[in-house]
């Protein structure tokens, strides 16, 4: 298994940390950037589809949640599962950075921040 080290191309477009994940550092997943076969997620469509590090990176809402392809039923349901606050993730990200946030992330072993 690999070690979860800070990578800022391991931070995910909705505000998850890849790095730190267990099927990523099983060698079972590639990231979320690198997923090709997650065809499924919209957020992650979209960040291709504008060229952005993250949702961080978008003008178009001022509050993430706002935003039906951030905020709807699939990713709800992660995020219930994983118990993870991803408007934190992207506010983080806003606030320190994509640099800082994988830093922080890799540094508490996190996958995501917890609600």
């Not at 790095?19 to 990523?24: I, Q």
């Not at 001022?62 to 709800?76: L, P, R, Y």
């Amino acid at each position: 298994m690999k070690q979860i080290i800070n990578d800022p191309k391991s931070v995910a477009f909705c505000g998850l940390y890849c790095g730190a994940c267990k099927k990523f550092l099983a060698d079972k997943c590639p990231g979320c950037a690198k997923n090709e076969k997650a065809t499924w997620c919209s957020v992650r469509a979209c960040n291709l589809a504008n060229n952005y590090s993250s949702c961080a990176d978008c003008r178009e809402f001022t509050d993430i949640m706002a935003c039906k392809k951030f905020n709807n039923f699939f990713s709800k349901a992660i995020g219930f599962i994983l118990r993870s606050d991803r408007k934190a993730g992207i506010n983080r990200i806003k606030e320190i950075g994509l640099d800082g946030f994988a830093r922080e992330m890799a540094e508490k072993g996190l996958q995501a921040i917890k609600r």
